[in-house]
């Protein structure tokens, strides 16, 4: 005689359109699955479950809040214990136990799958306290959580809930407000609470747009369109095909689905599951945490992560900015119209106020994208000091308003912070910030260096005067102005690879000599001169690199340079004024650091082409893509293998060297044509004498 499989019974007081009786495989028992729906009817509830228990292994009920949300219940939760209370002697769950567990484990999942994917997350949370579990996990991760639907949980901030004393407390408002409310009859109550409904709604809405993460079950998102859910993070339950479908079209972009979906033909939830693990161990409905541990990893059940409009991950940055001069200045309004027709005396005034302004967002940035298909928006944060403001004030003053503007990313949502121009030289260069900031800090030094040669490699081939070899050594001279620096000294190890002769200049004299030491022992036989000033080996040089961030102090004398040398000024402010490049048209002087970003980027004008951003920016844009939120480069000391990294990441994330560009923008084929004419004209004159030559 075949013995009858046992049934477990879903009793759910959502709708039937669900319904299903099927058999199903778990735990190597075969199974009468039944779904009963009731469309919120409470009493045909309570008799489903008096018609099953007898008969039936296990009963899940659930629906009970789910039901609050299309209205078809509006009744008291308590509605749930009243259902389950008509089992009798049947084992009946509400799957709260197993619930937990998922819940928490799908948050840990996506973040060992995606290191960092919910850090500093701007997160809203729909319906009530049953994704509570969920909050408390994500809370590990991000501070920036909002719970938007406030009727459920009658007003109460959720903070009320993270300290049990505070919570208790919350409870007793809750449980008197609610009190009050049961008094009042059901008609009159619910087209009360109607008004209020529609506008939490309507706030739920407006704070998805600007959320990266959304927890809530499906029926909640009722009404949420491609403008709401577009981009979004949604972590869900119970995610059929038909539901998967539907968030493709509204835009989402991953959907964690904390139940499991051990069956091929039907969808369950948490309850039904916990329900068939009480029927597999034929005992009480209460699984203790052993049973539900071993039945999870014997059934093989675990959290799915699904990419319905395939596979994204979209990080966020911010990047702090500042005017470089008083002309800068003029780039927002008031000061636009102010610096037009204020006196010099007066925009001296207003340079000083603004440096003690607060930081301020300048431009969202949007449409980063990696051929990878990785994601990345930022915002430039702008901090009102020019670099004379900065070096007039202690790097203290200058530290308070970049930890400022770390506050201002870290309520953006951004999980990582680039600083820019003279920000990242101030004090020690980013170690105090880093330390204070409440998200990770990175000054960009170690992109600036390799693209620094990166360009300069670029510009001595279009040059085409100096040889180059098909491997990218230069067969000449190169100088590092500033070579002790961040930036300096790891453009000088980087020009030792290429093979050529190096002059290393610095006043710096013993890490100078230490430099020459470190190049001498990474590549035997490298010819490496040092010298203080620049001055005397000016005329034989091929290439240049200028790193000294001296603010407008004069560092080399243009006018001693070779005709057809390559300049590569990464100083930021720039070592070389418009008017020193003016004088030397036969020079061809760039400004290397500039990366062009993948993708259709929006953003306001930086003073550079569309699409391309400086090397600092573009390394805080690279580790965004990557994923990688730590402080990357901090400090004077760049680490030879994170520039070396930094450089191969970018590749990978299809970041290109962009046109060259010089300080009057873009030059042409034909601007470098000219400077090669004009260079090849000045090699065939005769060579000046210097002072005191042949007495």
């Not at 199903?24 to 779904?35: E, P």
């Not at 503007?405 to 260069?429: N, P």
């Not at 620096?485 to 020009?495: E, K, M, N, P, T």
Request: glycine share 8%; aromatic share 4%; charged share 25%.
């Amino acid at each position: 005689m075949t013995r009858k499989a046992p049934v477990v019974v879903n009793v759910s007081l959502m709708g039937p359109e669900w319904d299903h009786d099927t058999m199903v495989t778990f735990l190597g028992t075969r199974f009468r699955l039944v779904r009963r729906g009731t469309g919120g009817d409470v009493d045909a509830a309570c008799a489903l479950v008096r018609e099953w228990a007898p008969k039936a292994a296990a009963i899940a009920v659930t629906g009970v809040r789910e039901a609050h949300v299309p209205g078809l219940h509006t009744g008291e939760l308590r509605a749930r214990e009243r259902v389950m209370a008509e089992a009798g002697s049947t084992p009946v769950t509400a799957g709260t136990e197993l619930l937990e567990v998922l819940q928490e484990w799908a948050v840990r999942r996506v973040e060992t799958e995606m290191p960092g994917y919910f850090t500093n997350a701007r997160t809203v949370v729909l319906g009530g306290r049953h994704h509570d579990r969920t909050v408390r996990i994500l809370r590990e991760h991000t501070d920036n959580i909002e719970h938007a639907d406030a009727l459920p949980r009658l007003g109460l901030p959720d903070r009320l809930h993270v300290n049990p004393v505070l919570g208790l407390a919350g409870d007793a408002v809750g449980g008197a407000t609610g009190l009050a409310l049961r008094l009042v009859p059901e008609a009159v109550r619910v087209p009360l609470a109607s008004p209020a409904r529609l506008t939490a709604h309507a706030l739920a809405r407006r704070a998805a747009r600007d959320s990266d993460v959304l927890v809530a079950t499906y029926d909640e998102l009722a009404g949420f369109g491609l403008e709401d859910l577009a981009g979004k993070t949604l972590i869900t339950s119970e995610t059929s095909p038909e539901r998967l479908a539907e968030l493709r079209a509204r835009g989402v972009d991953l959907v964690v689905d904390v139940t499991p979906q051990p069956f091929e033909r039907v969808t369950v939830n948490a309850a039904t599951l916990e329900a068939l693990m009480v029927a597999t161990v034929h005992r009480e409905s209460t699984l203790t945490h052993d049973d539900l541990l071993d039945m999870i990893v014997a059934a093989g059940l675990e959290p799915r992560l699904l990419r319905p409009n395939g596979p994204r991950r979209k990080s966020r940055f911010a990047f702090v900015i500042h005017p470089l001069s008083q002309e800068h200045l003029g780039n927002v309004e008031p000061l636009h119209t102010l610096a037009r027709i204020a006196p010099a005396p007066v925009m001296s005034l207003v340079e000083k106020a603004v440096a003690y302004s607060p930081p301020f967002t300048y431009s969202h940035v949007t449409g980063i994208t990696s051929p990878t298909g990785a994601e990345a928006e930022g915002w430039l944060i702008s901090v009102g000091g020019t670099p004379h403001e900065m070096l007039a004030h202690s790097p203290e003053f200058t530290y308070k308003r970049l930890l400022t503007a770390a506050e201002t990313a870290r309520k953006l949502g951004a999980q990582i912070m680039g600083l820019g121009a003279f920000t990242k030289v101030v004090g020690d260069a980013g170690v105090t910030v880093a330390r204070q900031a409440p998200l990770p800090v990175t000054t960009g030094n170690s992109y600036s260096a390799s693209g620094a040669l990166w360009a300069a490699h670029d510009a001595l081939r279009q040059l085409g005067l100096a040889e180059v070899d098909e491997d990218g050594a230069l067969r000449g001279n190169a100088m590092v102005v500033g070579a002790t620096g961040a930036i300096g000294s790891v453009c000088a190890r980087l020009l030792a690879v290429a093979e050529a002769r190096l002059w290393l200049v610095s006043p710096e004299s013993a890490k100078l000599l230490a430099l020459k030491a470190l190049i001498e022992r990474e590549h035997p036989g490298t010819e490496v001169h040092v010298a203080a000033t620049p001055d005397e080996a000016l005329p034989e040089m091929d290439l240049i690199v200028t790193a000294t961030s001296g603010a407008g102090k004069r560092v080399l004398d243009i006018m001693a340079v070779k005709p057809g040398c390559v300049i590569t000024d990464v100083a930021r402010p720039l070592d070389l004024s418009a008017e020193d490049v003016a004088k030397r048209p036969d020079v061809l002087v760039i400004e290397s650091g500039e990366i062009e970003l993948p993708g259709d980027v929006q953003m306001r004008d930086i003073g550079l082409p569309k699409n391309v951003a400086y090397a600092c920016l573009a390394e805080t844009v690279v580790l965004a893509l990557e994923g990688r939120f730590e402080s990357f480069t901090v400090g004077r000391n760049i680490e030879w293998e994170k520039v070396k990294e930094i450089y191969r990441l970018g590749l990978k994330h299809g970041m290109r060297l962009a046109t060259i560009s010089g300080v009057n923008g873009v030059y042409t084929p034909a601007d470098v044509d000219r400077i090669r004419s004009l260079a090849l004209a000045a090699r065939s004159q005769p060579a000046p004498r210097r002072a005191g030559a042949g007495s």
